[in-house]
Each structure stands twice: as C-alpha cells, then as structure tokens.
C-alpha cells in the first residue's frame, strides 16, 4: 500500500514537473542549438548556435564571435557565469543579435524546452532548434 501511494505521488510529482516547461541541466547537457527566430522574425541558416558539454559548460558562435563559459540553472533561468569570447570586429546588425544573446546569458533568461524547441523568453524572444546530441 505504501509502495503505491509513493509512486503515485512520484508520478504526479513527474507529470507536475515536466508540463512546467521549464528547463534543467540534464536536459541542456550534450545538445547543440541554432538560433532560428528572434521574436516574431524567422532567422534561415543562422550561423549563431548555443552548445553545453560536460558540468553544464557553455560554448557557442553569436555571429560574429566565439564565446564560452559555465552555465546554470536556478529557478528556470539559464545563467553564464565566467563568460569568455573572441574580439573580432563585427558589422552593426550582427553585433546588435550578440550583444542581446550575451547580455541575456550573463543575466540569466527564463528557459525552456517546448516540443524539441529552446526558447529564452527574454526580449525578445529567442527561439533555437536542436542540432544534435554531443557525445558524453
């Protein structure tokens, strides 16, 4: 009896979990996305693409430059701490979508995955499709 009642809450408390779309380090841990809207505006071949390896560390192209730093969750907000990148000079449009993706990294930006979907809900909104898996 008390077998059962545990994993019927267990269930609930999973199903609870789950449908609050908000994002964990298991779930980010060895994916590859690429940036495919910017609120209400589709983005084709998006060269700017998010990546987490091991311990939740992040690297990734924002268009222009490579950045990289160590990632984490805390109450659905995806944070980057540490952040690191290359200096190249880039043209005004392509350094506009950097500083907005980076900025939202270092302050942290409410995350969540929606049917294979990353979405950052900060403004505005970014949107990023799975690439692949990275091997553990």
């Known amino acids: 009896m008390k077998i059962s009642m545990f994993l019927c809450a267990l269930g609930a408390f999973l199903v609870g979990c789950s449908s609050t779309g908000t994002v964990n380090s298991e779930q980010l841990k060895y994916t590859q996305w690429q940036l495919t809207q910017i609120g209400q505006d589709v983005i084709v071949d998006s060269p ?13 192209f924002s268009g222009c430059n490579r950045f990289f730093g160590l990632g ?44 294979g979907t990353l979405i950052f809900s900060g403004q505005p909104r970014l949107t990023f499709k799975s690439v692949i898996s990275v091997a553990g």
């Open 48 to 60: 700017v693409s998010l990546r987490f390896i091991e311990a939740l560390q992040v690297n990734g």
């Open 72 to 115: 984490k969750i805390e109450e659905g907000q995806l944070f980057v701490r540490d952040m690191g990148m290359t200096r190249k000079l880039c043209d005004e449009p392509v350094n506009k979508v950097e500083q907005m993706l980076l900025n939202m990294l270092e302050i942290g930006v409410p995350a969540k995955i929606e049917k």
